[in-house]
């Protein structure tokens, strides 16, 4: 039987979910799936996460970390549950952490906020494991006002702050049926979520709705006909490449009952889908199959399963072959820090893409050590950056539109914030030059708009925009180069309205170098485009 951590020990605290407390629960009918088969001379085997994840009681719905390492999901009837001796068949959120060996550790069970008196459920969990998405609409401290989903965000003490309802246009014309509920694209650019506007109906459709500029989302709009047949569409995921969707569906051409398939998006506009492909046995059974969920680096798959288990469900993993995986995808993760005092910060995370500085995605730092982790496609270009008040970012650059798709991979990228002091020095990542030449690129625009925006709003500040060079080639060459690279810069920022008495350029030339020349790691610091604060 799991151990019960009290509520001051837990790092990873979570928070509240639910829906109608009718006996319309997660449970599903769990049927045993057949013997393992081989596909293409490959062995698809069932693994059992083990016993510190799995008991006697029923395990269902996980929801895994896109770096593969938190796994929450519901435990049925335990004792610990918030209202086991009140509420029939409840469920509660559990969660465990994988350590550094691969081993799960045993779970937890977690108090209110996360776990109230309705029936509760983790949807997603954000990239930077600092966001989840929970079940049912709660606010006001905590108060519960009916189905719905709310976001939870962990808060300067490790623990999770209270659920706040995500607003969703009309969103009660939608969410009229027995079950619901939703998933999010890692770049939380999209919410997508099964239910379905028949009272006290049971076949839902997938819809989609998107972040609107007031923080509220957008009324519901159906995935189209592709998707939304007239059975039951239910409990989609959405894979880290943003645009390979897993769902449930009672679709012709299944294994047994509700079954899980894969489709591809194929454009922006979230209604034009590749056809449904059944992923088979051993994933698909006889019986009832959902809540299918994967890590960022889309090896494997996370299921429930009643096959040799260790009471009536249990969660389990199986390997996907080639053709089931999304596409592969970067986890980017590190910590930001204070540039000054090298202390870890909490902030926000942006990333775009460049040259067009169009938002891609965000996230937060976890507020006591400073980490973070986001998920980004190949084919692209990125500018991610830290913001926080009274810091101005050191934004860096991911050149992923030249990378091979050779899989997944992981990144370590440390983020730093400059407080806005006299003396203090910014380097500028994101502005770039053709070879030998001071004509600013286009994609260099978004970085230096931020430094115009630093300005606009702190009229009192005063800077010194420099630039610099390695050693290769003669003194006068490498500051001229640098000189007129710096006037190409204050140019810019002069055209965008800021008086030319606020700015100074300055071309060093070879004569500042941050590192040796003689490697070209060092040579590539040196070449650099930074501005110092002269006067606050």
Request: aromatic letters at 10%; glycine letters at 8%.
């Amino acid at each position: 039987m799991k151990r019960i951590v009290p509520f001051l020990a837990l790092a990873f605290c979570l928070q509240q979910a639910t829906a109608q407390m009718s006996h319309a629960s997660d449970t599903g009918k769990l049927i045993a799936q057949k013997d393992n088969i081989i596909t293409a001379n490959t062995i698809i085997k069932i693994e059992n996460l083990g016993q510190n994840i799995n008991s006697d009681l029923p395990e269902l719905r996980p929801t895994v970390s896109a770096d593969g390492n938190l796994l929450f999901f519901i435990c049925e009837n335990h004792p610990a549950n918030t209202k086991y001796n009140s509420v029939p068949n409840s469920q509660d959120i559990w969660y465990a952490i994988r350590d550094s060996n691969g081993v799960w550790q045993e779970a937890r069970h977690l108090k209110y906020p996360l776990n109230t008196s309705q029936y509760n459920a983790v949807y997603w969990i954000s990239p930077d494991n600092n966001r989840i998405l929970i079940r049912g609409a709660f606010g006001n401290g905590g108060a519960y006002f009916g189905k719905g989903v709310s976001l939870c965000t962990r808060q300067a003490d490790g623990r999770w702050g209270e659920p706040e309802e995500l607003r969703i246009r009309n969103y009660q014309k939608y969410d009229r049926g027995v079950v619901s509920g939703a998933t999010m694209t890692q770049d939380r650019q999209a919410l997508v979520l099964y239910m379905t506007p028949e009272p006290g109906g049971g076949n839902n459709d997938l819809f989609v709705c998107f972040p609107q500029p007031d923080g509220s989302w957008s009324e519901p709009k159906s995935l189209g006909k592709q998707i939304n047949l007239p059975g039951d569409e239910m409990t989609p995921y959405i894979a880290a490449d943003g645009v390979t969707m897993y769902f449930s569906s009672n679709r012709p051409g299944g294994v047994g009952d509700n079954d899980i398939w894969m489709t591809k998006r194929l454009d922006k506009s979230w209604t034009k889908w590749s056809t449904p492909v059944n992923l088979g046995e051993p994933i698909n059974t006889e019986g009832w199959d959902a809540f299918f969920t994967l890590d960022a680096g889309g090896e494997y798959a996370y299921l429930t399963s009643n096959k040799d288990t260790y009471g009536e469900s249990d969660i389990v993993r199986v390997k996907l072959l080639e053709r089931e995986k999304p596409d592969p995808v970067i986890l980017v993760s590190g910590n930001v820090y204070n540039a000054k005092t090298k202390q870890p910060l909490s902030a926000s995370l942006i990333y775009e893409t460049l040259p067009d500085g169009v938002e891609a995605g965000n996230g937060i730092s976890n507020p006591v050590d400073g980490a973070f982790k986001i998920v980004l496609p190949y084919d692209k270009n990125y500018s991610i950056r830290a913001s926080a008040d009274k810091f101005f970012a050191i934004s860096e650059n991911l050149n992923l539109d030249s990378m091979v798709k050779a899989g997944y991979k992981e990144i370590h990228k440390d983020l730093y914030l400059v407080p806005i002091e006299i003396g203090q020095v910014v380097r500028l990542n994101n502005v770039f030059f053709d070879f030998d030449k001071w004509d600013l690129r286009p994609e260099s625009n978004v970085e230096l708009d931020r430094v115009v925006k630093l300005l606009k709003e702190n009229p009192a500040i005063e800077i010194e925009l420099s630039a610099h060079t390695d050693s290769k080639g003669s003194d006068e060459y490498n500051f001229k180069l640098s000189d007129n690279r710096a006037r190409s810069c204050v140019e810019y920022i002069i055209s965008k309205g800021i008086p030319a008495s606020r700015i100074v350029s300055k071309g060093y030339g070879e004569s500042l170098p941050v590192s040796e020349n003689e490697t070209d790691e060092g040579r590539q610091l040196n070449r650099r485009v930074e501005f110092k604060i002269m006067k606050n």
